[in-house]
């Protein structure tokens, strides 16, 4: 069994940074003992900037763009992603003609690539889907499924939407046999107490559904604090928040720490820390050199840009820490050693 919250908060105000870590690590330990640390390649495309103005728009609009976006997902794949993750496809805007619209999308997606790992659509947007469609959450959530859908989006429970709306979202989805992974932003200067309240809430949910296939703790880039914005957590904060998640949340297998969100420096200790994950490394469709994602919800942002790595320099970061690196697919299922 996981620390109580009482134990969490106390570890997050510890100064035992070490002692931290070698709990962490023994629960990885415990969990993980095979010494292997796992990353996926898996592209994220925009559909936004692949079809333009069909994807606020019903199917007729999808069929005549959906060329363009499979040979977006064809030159991915070349490259060797073995998932994609569809961004830019919801305008926050719900309706029935915008479910109807995706559900196109997702059917031609799957009805050309039978195999391939299909994710999107965030926790919130399938919130506001669902509110201006009229459907339920569980009802749209089926339909997207059933339409080609493997799984949504991973985002921010805390500031996406409120928490208990993210929280319906994921129970609905696992509900119907859809995992899914939780993701917690956090910055320095939040209230710790905050970090605490979610971590239950992600463990309580865990032991109803068992749903969760991995959690992300994922510190929040500096923003223009000098006017009023916030400084990032600093390398020690992250560490700690990462260490107590992974002893909090000893109900989930996984933890991820993502090299390029976090930076290498951090991810290499983040694998003593806890983290048996280091994310995802996106093939870049231009045909440049693959670079690693740098937020599974989608999108960049500038932290992202300037710590882009390659796999070649993730797998030696993984060894380095004393591991051995596996590429393994998007679902967490499969494990391909080379």
């Known amino acids: 069994m996981g620390i109580s919250r009482k134990e969490a908060l106390d570890c997050l105000r510890s100064n035992d940074l070490i002692g931290i870590g070698m709990e962490a690590d023994a629960v990885r330990l415990r969990l993980h003992p095979e010494g292997v640390v796992g990353y996926a390649i898996e592209a994220a495309i925009d559909c936004a900037t692949v079809m333009g103005s069909s994807t606020r728009e019903g199917n007729q609009a999808v069929v005549g763009c959906a060329p363009r976006l499979f040979d977006a997902i064809d030159e991915t794949i070349e490259l060797g992603s073995t998932g994609v993750r569809l961004v830019g496809w919801a305008d926050g805007i719900g309706s029935e003609s915008k479910v109807c619209g995706i559900e196109g999308m ?139 998640a992974r002893v909090f949340l000893d109900n989930i297998e996984n933890i991820q720490l993502n090299g390029a969100a976090q930076g290498l420096k951090v991810l290499q200790m983040g694998l003593r820390f806890g983290a048996n994950d280091a994310g995802s490394v996106t093939p870049l469709a231009n045909g440049t050199k693959s670079a690693n994602s740098a937020n599974t919800g989608g999108g960049e942002n500038a932290a992202a840009v300037a710590n882009r790595v390659s796999e070649e320099d993730l797998r030696r970061i993984i060894r380095d820490a004393g591991f051995q690196p596996v590429q393994r697919d998007t679902p967490y299922r499969t494990m391909f050693l080379n």
Do not use: Y
């Open 106 to 244: 997702l059917r031609g997606i799957r009805q050309r690539f039978p195999t391939l790992w299909i994710e999107g659509l965030s926790a919130s947007e399938i919130a506001t889907l669902a509110t201006g469609s009229g459907l339920t959450l569980r009802e749209t959530i089926a339909r997207l499924r059933g339409a080609g859908l493997n799984s949504i989006a991973s985002d921010d429970a805390q500031a996406q939407c409120g928490a208990e709306e993210w929280l319906a979202v994921h129970r609905a989805a696992h509900g119907l046999g859809m995992s899914t992974v939780a993701t917690m932003h956090f910055g320095a200067g939040q209230a710790l107490e905050l970090r605490v309240d979610l971590l239950a809430a992600v463990r309580q949910l865990q032991q109803e559904t068992g749903g969760f296939t991995a959690f992300i703790p994922r510190g929040l880039p500096s923003r223009n604090a000098s006017s009023g914005g916030w400084d990032g957590p600093t390398a020690v904060e992250q560490l700690k928040t990462l260490a107590v």
